[in-house]
């Protein structure tokens, strides 16, 4: 699986839009980006994937590269329980099984 | 519909007990991974089963460290001989097919040895 590069944290005000970069420049034509985020003392959540085309679920907005080499999860109105660590993963699907491998993240600090 | 279902929340164990936690995977899900996640630090794999079977453990420490998922009942992660370092929360994922790679999660199992 690819590696990837994210900042180690971020700040959002409440309300605005979060924009979380993500690299992965030695991503393969194959290979799929994944997000997840983690709130304190939770279990990681599961937010979006994709390959190419940009994607968008009830939860977030995922705009991948056309060279595919980094990606942006956009959360379009942040909220103060949006404060969580969010980790991006390339990966690729149908590989056997999923055995995730979780990088630092970013650290997303929303303020009122 | 119930997510994944990790018992107990918290446990606390002297050195040397043996920690036994459980988890019940999503309805329909018979695909079960543990993560352990030391205080400060990432997730890591430690090990993935099927109903009955043993995938892939090779995250998992060779000793005092084994899993199970019975064809009845919950996934059991089982820890001999408990030491400090031990200390840490065990999360549990399960997903509806091998090749998914959109798990589901549970609250996790907070393990403090003293």
């Known amino acids: 699986d690819a590696k990837t590069t994210q900042p180690t944290s971020m700040d959002c005000a409440e309300g605005r839009a979060a924009n979380l970069p993500c690299n992965h420049s030695?991503?393969?034509?194959?290979?799929?980006v994944y997000w997840y985020r983690q709130i304190h003392s939770q279990g990681p959540q599961y937010i979006i994937h994709?390959?190419?085309n940009n994607e968008t679920n009830e939860m977030a907005s995922l705009i991948i590269t056309e060279d595919r080499k980094s990606s942006t999860l956009i959360l379009p109105h942040a909220t103060l329980r949006d404060t969580a660590v969010y980790y991006c993963i390339v990966r690729t699907p149908n590989s056997g099984y999923s055995t995730l491998t979780f990088g630092k993240g970013t650290m997303l600090l929303v303020s009122p | 519909n119930a997510g994944v279902m990790q018992n107990p929340r918290h446990l606390v164990r002297r050195r040397g007990q043996e920690a036994r936690l459980r988890c019940s995977p999503m309805?329909?899900?018979?695909?079960v991974y543990w993560y352990r996640q030391l205080p400060e630090e990432g997730l890591k794999f430690m090990v993935y089963l099927q109903k009955e079977n043993i995938i892939d453990e090779s995250g998992m420490p060779k000793e005092r460290f084994s899993a199970e998922f019975p064809k009845e009942g919950p996934s059991i992660l089982r820890i001999q001989q408990v030491v400090r370092g031990d200390s840490a929360a065990y999360f549990c994922a399960s997903s509806s097919s091998a090749a998914s790679d959109v798990l589901t999660f549970g609250a996790g199992s907070r393990l403090t040895v003293l």
């Open positions: 994709g390959l190419k």
């Open positions: 030695t991503i393969s034509g194959n290979e799929y």
């Open positions: 309805k329909g899900h018979s695909h």
